[in-house]
């Protein structure tokens, strides 16, 4: 007989091709830099495929294939009762090698917190890549800069070959992409949205669509979205939550817009005001999403039981709030947006028009978010 109590199997969520041939190159690279960093010589025995699956944080059927691969090009073997072992001296890829590619970002160097922002977790990770292949990453950066003439002059005078650009999150980024496409370099905006050049983002509509889905099935109809409405990345999700409400036959959310960054007087009014009228809120981001939950603590609302609440980033300075958000992989970006540039690099011949990839992000339940309880909610 079937065991009863035994827990159900969590099903992976099935990846698309792209996703695949993504995830093995990235594996492939990683296995064969960590070989080549320790030297390691024929007969060195590779990690198991669950070990490699842990260690990487890749599925175990990419890890499986890409192994396959490397077996059919000779440069693993499986032994018998050996399992898989080195047959050839690893070789990092050497199409690389000598060229420097510009990163262009934002980091204020006053601000200690500056080295988790997501411009410098990409630059730090892309650094070491770039260099395990015989590159050279130089990054440029905004901060302080009066006119963006200087940042296209050292790209010129340090004669790099390719850019990477994410600027700044709170600035538009048109004027710059524009100066920097007429370099005619191989270009690459990271979370940016521009028809100058390809570029890698995270689908907005995606995170919004997650969001909305996950308050709808919690039971919960009076919601209200918090935006930033200068930023058009803001207004985008904001639209499209309301579109999935409207979408499954729902009223839509109620919206409520503030200024960036956000005050903790506006929030607290917020919360006096107008909170008692919704059974969750949305934000836009963590940093709005964690003051809220600060704010309706401090006045009594207990969360998630009288209100829920739900961000976006998963920004690992704010991750002890335990809030309820949409992870935004800074790593899965620089690492995406590299791969896209290393194309263009190597392409025999420029391609025409721009591309977008979109990078889908998941939902990470935590302790702000509970099935709406209409009866316990109290009138403030």
Request: glycine share 6%.
């Amino acid at each position: 007989m079937p065991d009863k109590t035994a827990k159900p199997r969590k099903r992976r969520k099935r990846l698309s091709a792209a996703e695949v041939v993504r995830l093995q190159a990235l594996c492939r690279e990683r296995l064969l830099s960590d070989l080549h960093e320790q030297q390691a010589s024929p007969g060195t025995p590779i990690p198991g495929e669950r070990a490699l699956s842990e260690q990487y944080d890749i599925p175990l059927s990419v890890i499986r294939s890409t192994l396959g691969e490397l077996k059919s090009e000779g440069v693993v073997t499986s032994v018998p009762r050996g399992g898989v072992r080195l047959a050839a001296k690893p070789r990092l890829p050497k199409s690389l090698v000598g060229v420097k590619v510009g990163f262009v970002g934002y980091m204020e160097m006053t601000n200690p917190d500056s080295r988790q922002t997501r411009p410098a977790v990409i630059c730090s990770g892309l650094e070491r890549t770039l260099n395990e292949q015989g590159g050279m990453l130089q990054f440029l950066n905004l901060w302080d800069i009066d006119d963006f003439k200087t940042i296209v002059g050292e790209i010129r005078s340090k004669q790099i070959e390719a850019v990477l650009y994410i600027g700044s999150a709170h600035t538009s980024a048109e004027d710059e992409l524009k100066a920097l496409s007429e370099l005619g370099l191989p270009m690459v905006a990271i979370d940016k949205e521009t028809d100058r050049c390809d570029s890698v983002a995270f689908d907005n509509v995606q995170i919004s669509r997650t969001l909305a889905e996950h308050i709808i099935e919690l039971g919960h109809r009076q919601v209200c979205v918090l935006e930033f409405p200068e930023f058009e990345w803001s207004t985008l999700r904001g639209r499209s939550i309301r579109d999935e409400f409207r979408r499954q036959g729902l009223a839509e959310p109620e919206t409520c817009t503030f200024q960036y960054p956000p005050a903790e007087a506006e929030v607290r009014e917020f919360v006096r005001s107008r909170a008692a009228a919704y059974s969750a809120c949305i934000a836009v981001n963590d940093e709005l999403g964690c003051l809220l939950l600060n704010e309706a603590r401090a006045q009594g609302i207990r969360v998630p039981e009288e209100l829920s609440i739900v961000g976006v980033d998963d920004d690992p300075r704010l991750r002890h709030f335990n809030l309820t958000t949409v992870q935004l992989s800074s790593i899965e970006l620089g690492l995406a947006a590299f791969a896209a540039l290393k194309d263009k690099i190597l392409s025999p011949e420029p391609e025409t028009g721009a591309s977008e990839q979109l990078l889908a992000c998941p939902l990470i339940v935590r302790e702000t978010t509970a099935p709406c309880q209409p009866k316990q909610r109290k009138v403030r």
